[in-house]
């Protein structure tokens, strides 16, 4: 019996053998996996950074300013200091009234073998020359071709007698958090410099209603402004434009315009000198959870619009309180993707636009107009008031509401023609005033449909109760300016 018991426990491994065998395949495996990772990953950055340097440039701008304007940054305003450095420039300023100049500095880079040239339009604004400097050394002038303030973005054009280098333009759109980016330019003035990082967000906006900006941790500072954002193709995905930071250094939040922003803005810019943008004519807002639930939307998604003035949408019959659900074949997530959408549609083309209006689906085609021909543009006027409308107060959903009066809309700063309840006051620990409802806001819709007197509106919150809606849509002005706000009803 003995041999037997050895031969069976010579073929069972023991607890302990097991674990070292599959500690033994697990550390193979990982070293594998830290090989393939390493041959993935380049050893060196080098190769690229020479390969794409000769298109980045730097760029100088000098500017004739009044003598006695006073740098900014020197010393803070009323320092104990303020007087002796004024006293300072003084004697060394023979006519402190004779203008001078200012010299200022960014990046860029050559993107066709022409010359032309794209930077940020903050270093150039108001230049009276600019000059570029190749990584080589040479330097040219550059003529301004266009800009547009919306993106910060300019292009430049130099003349030379050669081809010059120059880089392509990446689609941004498939950058992804955590790919691998360098960014090129002269920061705080030092020469041409490289930093790499990686891809930390994507579609961040700064304070454009155009923006897209790719956020990174690569060292973007004072200078880099107008550079290049390249990923591991040698490819521009992005025109490096801001950073976040408490102290004006790189602190490893960046952001770079994206290229599919960019390269639409440059088309226009060498084809017309100018931009030219879709322009809808509608003043929109987000669509919250409680106005999709007051409206009978089944998700919450698309742009509400406030206010439709003279312009494309009302020629093609769109209304205020439509909420506008597809724009020429593209799902609208919310407002700012619907005014990027807009922007970046060619003037004069018609679009199908499909709206949501009082529970059903309504496709509207629209001409588009230009967005720069049509900044100033005012709503409509609204309804003529009831003149016999009845002047008493009542008390809904924490509001204090009143029919417009003549003497109320000349209290008020109102129009004539303004129709709609004021707002005498609000109850402070009401929903109402929690969602922003203030003295003077003036109601002019309240369940999608107008209101004029107070009957008006008991009738639309009955109307909105006996659908058995959670909550009632209002459309509320101040100022002028229109917002959508729905409120609660109670019991």
Same mark, same amino acid.
């Not at 107008?226 to 930071?245: C, D, K, R």
């Given at each position: 019996m003995q041999p037997k018991a050895i031969a069976l426990s010579r073929q069972l491994? &023991?607890?302990?053998?097991?674990?070292?065998?599959?500690? +033994?395949?697990?550390?193979?495996?990982?070293?594998?996996?830290?090989?393939?990772?390493?041959?993935?990953?380049?050893? &060196?950055?080098?190769?690229?950074?020479?390969? %794409? &340097?000769? +298109?980045?440039?730097?760029?100088?701008? &000098?500017?004739?300013?009044?003598? *006695?304007?006073?740098?900014?940054?020197?010393?803070?305003?009323?320092?104990?200091?303020?007087? /002796?450095?004024?006293?300072?420039? #003084?004697?060394?300023?023979? *006519?402190?009234?004779?203008?001078?100049?200012?010299?200022?500095?960014?990046?860029?880079?050559v993107i066709s073998e022409d010359g032309f040239v794209v930077t940020n339009n903050h270093v150039i604004e108001g230049a009276d020359e600019i000059l570029v400097e190749f990584f080589n050394g040479n330097e040219l002038k550059a003529e301004v071709v266009g800009t547009d303030p919306n993106t910060d973005i300019a292009l430049l054009k130099v003349e030379a007698d050669l081809q010059l280098p120059f880089v392509p333009f990446g689609n941004s759109d498939t950058a992804?958090?955590?790919?691998?980016? %360098?960014?090129?330019?002269?920061?705080?003035?030092?020469?041409?410099?490289?930093?790499?990082? %990686?891809? $930390?967000?994507?579609?961040?906006?700064?304070?454009?209603a155009y923006d897209d900006y790719i956020q990174t941790d690569?060292? %973007?500072?004072?200078?880099?402004?107008?550079?290049?954002? /390249?990923?591991?193709?040698?490819?521009?995905?992005?025109?490096?434009?801001?950073?976040?930071?408490?102290?004006?250094? +790189?602190?490893?939040?960046?952001f770079s315009m994206a290229s599919n922003v960019v390269t639409r803005v440059i088309d226009q810019l060498k084809e017309f000198g100018e931009t030219r943008r879709g322009w809808l004519g509608v003043r929109i807002q987000d669509v919250t959870d409680d106005i999709a639930e007051a409206m009978g939307l089944e998700k919450v998604a698309g742009a509400l619009v406030t206010s439709v003035p003279e312009g494309p949408a009302k020629e093609a019959g769109m209304q205020d309180g439509d909420v506008i659900l597809n724009f020429d074949g593209v799902e609208v997530a919310d407002t700012r993707g619907l005014v990027r959408q807009v922007g970046a549609s060619p003037v004069g083309e018609t679009v199908r636009v499909l709206v949501f209006r009082e529970g059903e689906t309504v496709t509207l085609r629209v001409t588009l107009g230009r967005r720069e021909e049509a900044d100033g543009a005012v709503p409509a006027a609204a309804p003529a008031p009831d003149e016999e409308a009845e002047p008493q107060t009542k008390d809904i959903l924490g509001l204090s509401l009143q029919v417009l009066s003549d003497d109320l809309r000349a209290e008020?700063?109102?129009?004539? $023609?303004?129709?709609?309840?004021?707002?005498?006051?609000? =109850?402070?620990? $009401?929903?109402? /005033?929690? @969602?922003?409802?203030?003295?003077? =806001?003036?109601?002019?819709?309240?369940?999608?449909?107008?209101?004029?007197?107070?009957? #008006? /509106?008991?009738?639309?919150?009955?109307?909105?109760?006996?659908?058995?809606? @959670? +909550?009632?849509?209002?459309?509320?002005?101040?100022?002028? #300016?229109p917002r959508f706000v729905a409120l609660g009803l109670t019991e």
């Open positions: 491994p &023991s607890t302990a053998y097991l674990r070292a065998f599959w500690f +033994s395949i697990l550390t193979l495996a990982f070293v594998i996996a830290q090989t393939i990772v390493a041959q993935a990953r380049p050893e &060196s950055l080098a190769p690229l950074a020479e390969e %794409i &340097s000769p +298109s980045v440039v730097n760029i100088t701008t &000098s500017t004739t300013v009044a003598r *006695n304007t006073q740098p900014r940054g020197i010393v803070p305003e009323g320092s104990p200091f303020e007087d /002796f450095f004024r006293e300072f420039q #003084d004697r060394n300023n023979n *006519n402190p009234q004779q203008p001078r100049r200012s010299s200022a500095l960014g990046s860029g880079f992804r958090v955590g790919d691998w980016v %360098i960014a090129m330019g002269n920061p705080l003035g030092q020469g041409f410099s490289v930093s790499a990082g %990686i891809v $930390s967000a994507r579609n961040r906006a700064l304070s454009g690569a060292a %973007i500072n004072r200078g880099n402004s107008g550079g290049p954002l /390249f990923n591991m193709n040698g490819e521009v995905i992005g025109v490096n434009t801001a950073i976040l930071s408490p102290n004006g250094g +790189s602190i490893g939040i960046g008020l700063g109102l129009e004539e $023609s303004q129709a709609g309840l004021a707002v005498t006051a609000v =109850d402070e620990a $009401s929903e109402a /005033f929690e @969602k922003g409802l203030r003295t003077g =806001d003036v109601i002019t819709e309240a369940g999608q449909q107008t209101v004029e007197t107070l009957a #008006d /509106f008991e009738d639309r919150l009955e109307e909105v109760r006996e659908a058995g809606r @959670k +909550s009632l849509l209002l459309l509320v002005r101040r100022g002028g #300016d």
